[in-house]
């Protein structure tokens, strides 16, 4: 739909090559009226309608087509328009002028939600997140509605959260679900290596490039590109990655020509990205190309119901890896979690469940076994008067604790794993488990059996 005759006219034979059968409308009204009287498997609609706007347009279609893919025409450079068609549920934008290659590519994305099968309804494990309390139900809900969008998704959360999981599942309930799914830690990588890493470069370019690179945009083609931890990108890389977002092309370090990509970029960080804004550390305009959503991750502690479920799930998981039947928790094990605040969210909940799994030597956990860190005995000294390390990570300072237990049962057993684990009430295999997970399984001259 446009007021243009030209931009409709090339619409509709773009359209016709494609092998598609197009309807055009010069007005908002007369848009609103093909909508109302027919079925349509995309709708195109610039932002100028002469009567109306594109935005009305997308609101009118939300309630009377909610499950119709539409994009929007925008003017070079309006990415404020088309951030807010995105909000209102456009799933893409194309800005004047229509490039043509472009312009296929944004009505077979279209099509290609139009024609995806809805997601089957999940409830559990099966969808990917574990939880049946009101804050997953909304959150679950949102995915499902934001998996069919193609707008950027910014991912809010806790560290230990989900926030990798829910941007997996936005993935696999969406059209690009056959395509890839990349995820990279912007803060695992050094800040001269990052252009790279991202766009590639030519076997050459600069010392140590031996062979050609792909990088991650044209790795995740088609698909998904998750940008983790994404408040950690320097400023230069802010600029390049908001220019890869904006044009849809990329050129490789060392590389004459640019190359087209078609992903769709989810992003996260456990900051607050807006603080981030605000304290001049991330760029406005990258900041509101990629917050167009929000999907907020619940911490642990605010959905305490969910927490008999994920310790089922988990445990399972645990028995399943170490080959052994897991340990059913105790009523009072249950209500020590249930009551804990969790800092570290699902992430310590699997930390906490894996050591006491490891300490109990019965078919139940109890509260003893846990060793949650408000009944958790000093820590050997380190400096510090025997209690924990002030830099240390919660995580980390449990890891630390279980190590020296472990430790000092093999030097008691002058390395004979077998007595260590009898020491310590644990099973030879689950022992074996940990001191795999430690990197302590190379220490010593240890006896296995």
Known sequence: MDDEADLRELLVITLGRMKLDATAAASLEEGRRLLDGGAFDLCLTDMNLGDGTGLDLIRHAAARAPDMPVAVITAYGNMEVATEAMKLGAYD????????????????????????????????????????????????????????????????GESGSGKERVARLIHALGPRREKPFVAVNCGAIPSELMESEFFGHRKGSFTGAVEDRKGLFREADGGTLFLDEVADLPL??????????QEKTIRPVGESREF???????????????????????????????????????????????????????????????????????????????????????????????????????????????????AEPAAPATGNGGGRHPQLPLEDYLQEIEKQEILRALDATHWNRTAAAKKLGMTFRSLRYRLKKLELDQEGDATSE
């Open 93 to 156: 934008f194309i800005a004047k002028p229509v490039a043509l290659d472009r312009l296929r590519q944004l009505i077979e994305d279209g099509l290609g939600i139009s024609r995806a099968e809805p997601a089957a309804e999940g409830g559990g494990e099966e969808d990917g997140l574990i939880g049946q309390g009101p804050a997953m139900q909304r959150l679950k809900q949102q995915i499902r509605k934001l998996a069919r969008s193609q707008a950027p998704i910014y991912i809010s």
């Open 236 to 245: 230069h890389m802010q600029v390049k990655l908001l220019r890869a977002i």
């Open 260 to 374: 087209d990509v078609n992903l769709r970029i989810l992003c996260a960080t456990h900051r607050g990205l807006g603080e981030e804004m605000t304290a001049g550390r991330f760029r406005q305009d990258l900041y509101y190309r990629l917050n167009v959503i929000e999907a907020h991750v619940p911490p642990l502690r605010e959905r305490p119901e969910d927490v008999p479920a994920l310790v089922a799930h988990i445990l399972a998981r645990l028995g399943q890896a170490w080959e052994a039947t897991p340990p059913a928790v105790g009523d009072g094990a249950m209500a020590a979690l249930r009551q804990y605040p969790f800092p570290g969210n699902v992430r310590e909940l699997e930390n906490i469940l894996e050591r006491a799994m490891t300490l109990c030597d019965g078919p139940r956990i109890e509260p003893d076994h846990l060793h949650l860190p408000s």
